[in-house]
């Protein structure tokens, strides 16, 4: 059974760095294309950065652009989320998932595997 497992979240105070990373055992996550998700309480979950596997090319949701950056690390099987200058609003639990194929990347369907998550708060 494919696993996906999230690690690096935890508390920070607005202004401050996080680095998120999605691990997996069964396949290599180059192979796949590698999505962030958020799901903030009493809010469905939202799209913030993806990866794709053949390219490497990224994209960003635009309330996270210049502040997120997403890469992959092939030696260790894993792709990680930087977070820099965070803000309250960021507060969430974070998903990884991945997808063999991605049309719509903010679409959760379109996306096989998921990480059970990590929590990341921002707060004073």
């Known amino acids: 059974q494919v696993q996906l497992e999230e690690s690096g979240g935890g508390w920070v105070q607005p202004g401050g760095s996080l680095r998120l990373s999605c691990s997996a055992s069964?396949?290599?996550?180059?192979?796949?294309?590698i999505g962030w998700f958020r799901q903030a309480p009493g809010k469905e979950r939202e799209f913030v950065a993806i990866?794709?596997?053949?390219?490497?090319?990224?994209f960003y949701t635009d309330s996270v652009k210049g502040r997120f950056t997403i890469s992959r690390d092939n030696a260790k099987n894993s792709v990680s989320l930087q977070m820099n200058s965070l803000k309250p609003e960021d507060t969430a639990v974070y998903y990884c998932?991945?997808?063999?194929?991605?049309?719509?990347?903010?679409?959760?369907?379109?996306?096989?595997?998921w990480g059970q998550g990590t929590q990341v708060t921002v707060s004073s």
């Open positions: 998932a991945a997808a063999s194929r991605v049309w719509s990347v903010d679409r959760t369907s379109e996306y096989d595997y």
């Open positions: 069964e396949f290599p996550l180059e192979t796949k294309a």
């Open positions: 990866i794709r596997g053949s390219t490497g090319t990224t």
